[in-house]
């Protein structure tokens, strides 16, 4: 069995502020590198413990160049950077994976339920949505892995996203590791936080294989919308072919492709 991971930062239990998330410059940074790290490392420790043969992890915040390598379990293998794919967060996850976790997730734009929530770029966007729908980062990587046949398993980070997981992914074991109360987190202790990823992890696995964890559906029309904090960000992503301006800082984009949205998701944002 082969499991892929995709680690993301803002969802690691006790991340509060911006500057915890920053490589270059982040005072706090080290400290929240190393917990997403062993957050990781419990993912992978447990997903090996039931049975899984290879898992692949993908360092999938902001420069990619987060996870320390020599602390993840042996035998892990480790892609760090972007990879020019529009499955982004998910790069290879086409080549044959069973299952698919997502450790360290956030809350999407527009949510007040992490003080950190966005969907791809905090800076930019003020919201996403998908046919009417607020959307998380989580959302958009779970339609790349049902694209690719790929179920997910494991959804670990804000309790309000673990939620969501419940609500829309059959099947789909969770560890909410914090909560957000408007600029604060309410997290548990980082080494309970590992015990239960570890835990869930191993779960989800066995979940796999007893059959009861499936992929999502796929929409059968997609509707993108962004809201851009400003509004010159708007004009420009309306200059995507097949964009249309609906406000001065809304843009949408409609299709029947799930090609033709992931790239206009990756190249408009």
Same mark, same amino acid.
């Given at each position: 069995m082969r499991v892929y991971i995709s680690a993301d930062i803002e969802g690691v239990t006790?991340?509060?502020?911006?500057?915890?998330?920053?490589?270059?410059?982040?005072?706090?940074?080290?400290?929240?590198?190393?917990?997403m790290t062993r957050e990781v490392s419990a993912a992978c420790l447990g997903a090996l413990e039931a049975g899984a043969d290879e898992i692949v992890v993908k360092d999938s915040h902001d420069s990619a160049l987060n996870l320390i390598p020599d602390k993840l379990p042996r035998g892990v293998k480790l892609i760090r950077?972007?990879?020019?794919?529009?499955?982004?967060?998910?790069?290879?996850?086409?080549?044959?994976?069973? #299952?698919? @976790? *997502?450790?360290?997730? &956030?809350?999407?734009?527009?949510?007040?339920? /992490?003080?950190l929530a966005h969907t791809m770029t905090h800076a930019r966007l003020m919201a996403t949505k998908l046919n009417g729908n607020l959307m998380s980062e989580m959302d958009n990587n779970a339609l790349i892995c049902a694209n690719h046949g790929v179920p997910?398993?494991?959804?670990?980070?804000?309790?309000?996203?673990?939620?969501?997981?419940?609500?829309?992914?059959?099947?789909?074991?969770?560890?909410?590791v914090?909560?957000?109360?408007?600029?604060?987190?309410?997290?548990?202790?980082?080494?309970?936080?590992?015990?239960?990823?570890?835990?869930?992890?191993?779960?989800?696995?066995?979940?796999?294989?007893?059959?009861?964890?499936?992929?999502?559906?796929m929409?059968?029309?997609?509707? #993108?919308? @962004? *809201?851009?904090?400003? &509004?010159?960000?708007?004009?420009n992503?309306? /200059?995507?072919?097949g964009a249309e301006l609906v406000d001065p800082h809304t843009v949408v984009f409609r299709c029947d492709s799930f090609k033709e949205y992931i790239t206009a998701y990756d190249f408009m944002h």
């Amino acid at each position: 069995m082969r499991v892929y991971i995709s680690a993301d930062i803002e969802g690691v239990t006790n991340v509060t502020d911006w500057t915890e998330t920053e490589r270059i410059d982040g005072t706090d940074y080290e400290w929240a590198r190393e917990q997403m790290t062993r957050e990781v490392s419990a993912a992978c420790l447990g997903a090996l413990e039931a049975g899984a043969d290879e898992i692949v992890v993908k360092d999938s915040h902001d420069s990619a160049l987060n996870l320390i390598p020599d602390k993840l379990p042996r035998g892990v293998k480790l892609i760090r950077g972007w990879a020019a794919s529009t499955d982004s967060m998910m790069a290879l996850v086409d080549r044959g994976f069973d #299952l698919a @976790f *997502m450790v360290g997730y &956030h809350s999407e734009g527009y949510s007040n339920k /992490n003080p950190l929530a966005h969907t791809m770029t905090h800076a930019r966007l003020m919201a996403t949505k998908l046919n009417g729908n607020l959307m998380s980062e989580m959302d958009n990587n779970a339609l790349i892995c049902a694209n690719h046949g790929v179920p997910i398993g494991l959804i670990a980070g804000d309790k309000a996203l673990c939620e969501k997981a419940e609500a829309e992914f059959p099947g789909v074991c969770v560890a909410a590791v914090k909560e957000g109360i408007g600029g604060a987190t309410f997290s548990i202790h980082p080494l309970d936080a590992c015990d239960l990823i570890k835990e869930q992890a191993y779960e989800a696995v066995k979940r796999l294989q007893r059959g009861e964890i499936k992929c999502i559906d796929m929409p059968e029309h997609y509707e #993108l919308e @962004f *809201m851009f904090k400003e &509004h010159k960000d708007a004009s420009n992503a309306a /200059n995507y072919i097949g964009a249309e301006l609906v406000d001065p800082h809304t843009v949408v984009f409609r299709c029947d492709s799930f090609k033709e949205y992931i790239t206009a998701y990756d190249f408009m944002h």
